[in-house]
């Protein structure tokens, strides 16, 4: 949806931009490895031309669109929803402890710190939305409790719109960081979040047309769960039933995922979930 003051693709995807840039970052890939990388990659695009017969036309169109999502500041937008799973997966393969999934274009570290037992920070009048307690342990592989544990939690609100990447919403709005208790446990006051819509307005957008899908995320939670010592976690948790769950655009649900809270005596959902950290790589 794009209002007045709601966000639209051109402001979130060059926010997204921006702050993916203010980050700096490298990798130590071997020249060896990043040359065979290189070739594999030219070598697939290359050979989708030759098996589409692609024209010169088309090749125009195709570049016009990649300067499009430059420009529209959206390539954190289209390669975190399209690409991302497959380097999740690489990076799942060496884990033992709890899923991961993937960060998406929406993270900002440093979220206010808040203590085990909290609510999240939200506008007046409980963000108008059903409201959802969670609550968990962070432990070890072998159960062991992890005492100040980081558990930085970022979600869209119920119209699908993040703080930061939407103008409207105050800056640290449904973000936080929650350091756990001595036991490593926590409970976490916050809403229910909305199904995430990538917007329509834009390069990836069209593209989206194109192949004939559609632009939605199942609601969910976002948590980059950390400790000294440990491997920290980058993950996603859905809800169970909700729409999308099982047709997720960005390709980020497994079925660990997915959380089924249930009605408390107050009026509140609330559902337990807990985090086992592997050791350090
Ligand atoms: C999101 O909220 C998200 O989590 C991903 C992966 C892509 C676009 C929007
Ligand atoms: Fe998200």
């Given at each position: 949806m794009t209002t007045a003051e709601g966000p639209t693709a051109a402001k979130s995807g060059s926010a997204a931009t921006d702050k993916f840039k203010s980050e700096r970052v490298t990798a130590d890939t071997s020249p060896e490895r990043l040359a065979a990388i290189a070739k594999d990659a030219l070598d697939a695009l290359n050979e989708v031309i030759l098996k589409h017969e692609v024209s010169y036309p088309e090749y125009r169109v195709f570049k016009q669109w990649l300067i499009d999502v430059g420009e529209g500041g959206e390539w954190p937008l289209f390669l975190d929803v399209f690409v991302e799973h497959s380097v999740e997966e690489v990076l799942a393969r060496s884990r033992k402890g709890t899923k991961g999934s993937i960060e998406g274009p929406y993270y900002v570290p440093g979220a206010p710190e808040l203590p085990a037992r909290c609510t999240m920070p939200m506008r007046e009048e409980d963000e108008k939305a059903t409201p959802l307690v969670f609550s968990g342990q962070v432990t070890d592989l072998d159960g062991n409790g992890l005492g100040g544990a980081e558990i930085e939690l970022w979600h869209a609100d119920e119209q699908g719109y993040y703080s930061q990447f939407?103008?409207?919403?105050?800056?640290?709005?449904l973000r936080g960081t929650i350091i756990t208790d001595a036991e490593g446990r926590y409970e976490i006051t916050t809403i229910q979040p909305a199904p995430y819509k990538?917007?329509?307005?834009?390069p990836t957008g069209r593209f989206i047309e194109a192949q004939n899908g559609h632009p939605w995320r199942p609601a969910h939670l976002h948590l980059l769960v950390s400790h000294p010592g440990k491997a920290s976690i980058t993950t996603q948790l859905y809800f169970k039933g909700g729409e999308w769950v099982d047709d997720d655009v960005a390709s980020a649900t497994k079925p660990d995922l997915i959380l089924d809270p249930h009605k408390g005596e107050d009026g509140r959902n609330r559902v337990v979930y807990n985090f086992a950290l592997d050791p350090e790589d």
């Open positions: 939407a103008p409207h919403l105050p800056e640290w709005n990538i917007p329509t307005d834009g």
